[in-house]
């Protein structure tokens, strides 16, 4: 039987949206990354037994991309073999055949507590002498934004679209609707509620809307529409080169410094694997090195013996 290329992929795709409950992101990369594999064949009819065949060329072709776009692209050849495999439409399981490279894990950058805290009193003197309404906005926008990303560990889409009513401040949570549609509860600290709980009844105010969770079932909490993603990661970055700090700050290192120091303060993996929404432990287990730094450092400052120079 022979089907038109990209329709094959149309079907593969709808199975990972539907399914599997992919996001849009995914979908449009792993799109992408087939799109690439089967270039100027997507159009013609072939067999499903001229597939992998087809698809190799690309596998040269990808030879010179980065470690890490390269094992994406075969994660996804590998994904829609297996797919093609299961659905029994080939006979034999080609993606067996494909081999993702490994990628060296690179630490996270994260930032010190003294660099956070070097953040929130920056925010807090600017909106301290801030007079343009506009202005305060904005600097309240960044500071909503730092405490979900910091106080929560939350990725900076699922901040962006948080509605009022997945805030539960009595309970100091939050429902996240995270990848794959999945949701799971983030418990804030007390300085990001207490932040939350200001900003809320100062958004409600200026709305004139009751302080009643049924009243703003359908608004996000930074507008009548979700933050844009890119908005948002400008509003960290900028955040960043305005409190001086000595590296580039983005959403993402906001999320490892909250997983790097809990751990550091001896919550345990699996906690913080929950806390994260990672699906598998491993993910998690990239932040192991961090407490273990945070030891021999411990250890440098406080053995009797780290300061002393000793001849071999």
Known sequence: MSLIIQDIIDNYLKYKENIESFSALSIKAYRADLSQAFKNKQNKAYEYSELWNLARPSLTQWGELSLASRNRKIATLKSFFLW???????????????????????????????????????????????????????????????????????????????????????????????????????????????HLKKVIAKNLTAKKIAPAAEAQNHDYLFGNAPLSNRIGYEFIRQLGISAGLMNLLHPHALRHSYATHLLASGANLRTLQKLLGHESLQATEKYTHLSVDHLARLIEKTHPLGKTKLSG
């Not at 007079?131 to 699922?158: A, D, M, P, W």
Request: glycine letters at 4%.
């Open 84 to 194: 093609l495999y299961e659905q029994k439409l080939l006979d034999i399981n080609y993606s067996n055949q494909l081999v993702c490279p490994k990628v060296p894990q690179k630490i996270p950058n994260f930032l010190s507590v003294d660099e956070v805290i070097s953040v929130l009193n920056y925010l807090n003197q600017q909106l301290k002498a801030e007079t343009n309404e506009k202005k305060i906005v904005q600097l309240l926008n960044q500071k909503t934004l730092f405490l979900l990303l910091y106080g929560g560990g939350l990725r900076i889409s699922e901040a962006c679209k948080l509605k009022y009513k997945d805030i539960f401040i009595k309970d100091k949570k939050i429902l996240i609707k995270g990848k794959g549609n999945k949701e799971r509860y983030a418990i804030l600290p007390n300085f990001s509620i207490e």
